[in-house]
């Protein structure tokens, strides 16, 4: 399989099995810092920001000139990871001091601004990609039979699920109704209007499955509040009992 691709398939399927099995195992704190916390800041947002840099790294390496759009496109990206970053610290640290003392600005820094700052980032990124991918395509197929694209449409599923339920425990869930439109009209345009061949192409490929079943799913979920009686069509999983 080829790196692009591939890149995909693990952060799809890495970042759906490490932000969902915390939510399962109970709260254990050490010298007060809660372990699962832990878990995410030495393996979830490392291994993201790798892969992150590595695709953008790959993309890069199929356009040999260098142009100022890419010029541009490098320091956006690097300003949207440096957004996350900054969300990813500030959720953490908040997290470890919600698990000693509560306090309300406490609250606001980890559910309210650390998240958004966190996903905000993320999207961005995941546009910037897309943008990469099209001034930087591959001039042979990355993805080829469907042994490769099942499983990466299977892997942004994974992925798509996994965001829409953290943004809406967050307290973000506008934040991917937003951004799932905006990549999804992206990706779109970039397919159907600048038609570039979408297997030469996997990151379009990948965060166009990603955005439809996105919204696909924040479309649905206001169900469930609804039929447990709550008012909030975005009621927090948690809340609802449900995680």
């Known amino acids: 399989m080829k790196k692009v ?3 995909l398939l693990i952060f799809g399927f890495a970042y759906f099995c490490l932000e969902l099995i915390p939510q399962f195992t109970p709260d254990v704190i050490i010298n007060a810092i809660n372990v699962n916390d832990l878990i995410d800041l030495v393996i979830t947002i490392p291994l993201t920001f790798a892969i992150f840099i590595l695709l953008y790294h790959y ?9 100022s759009t890419l010029t541009y496109i490098r320091w956006f990206f690097l300003g949207a990871v440096f957004v996350m970053l ?9 997290n470890s001091i919600w698990a000693q ?4 600005l406490i609250y606001f820094y980890d559910e309210m601004l650390g998240h958004f700052l966190l996903y905000l980032g993320m999207y961005l990124v995941f546009i910037f990609l897309i943008v990469l991918q099209y001034y930087c395509p591959s001039q042979t197929p990355l993805v080829e039979g469907k042994g490769v694209k099942i499983p990466l449409g299977v892997s942004a599923g994974f992925l798509a699920f996994i965001l829409a339920v953290g943004t809406i425990e967050g307290q973000q869930p506008f934040v991917t ?4 439109i905006a990549i999804l009209i992206i990706s779109l345009y970039l397919w159907k209007v600048k038609k570039p ?13 990603f955005s439809i079943i996105c919204l696909i799913f924040m479309c649905i979920y206001p169900i ?6 709550h008012p ?3 009621a927090q999983p948690s809340e609802l009992g449900i995680i």
């Open 59 to 67: 993309i890069k390496t199929h356009k040999e000139s260098k142009t």
């Open 5 to 7: 691709p591939l890149l």
């Open 101 to 104: 003392i509560q306090h309300d």
């Open 232 to 234: 909030y069509p975005y």
């Open 86 to 94: 900054v969300g990813d610290v500030m959720h953490y640290t908040a």
């Open 197 to 209: 061949d979408l297997w030469n192409s996997p990151v379009i490929f990948y965060m166009l499955i």
């Open 224 to 229: 469930i509040p609804s039929i447990m009686g």
């Open 177 to 180: 109704l937003t951004f799932s």
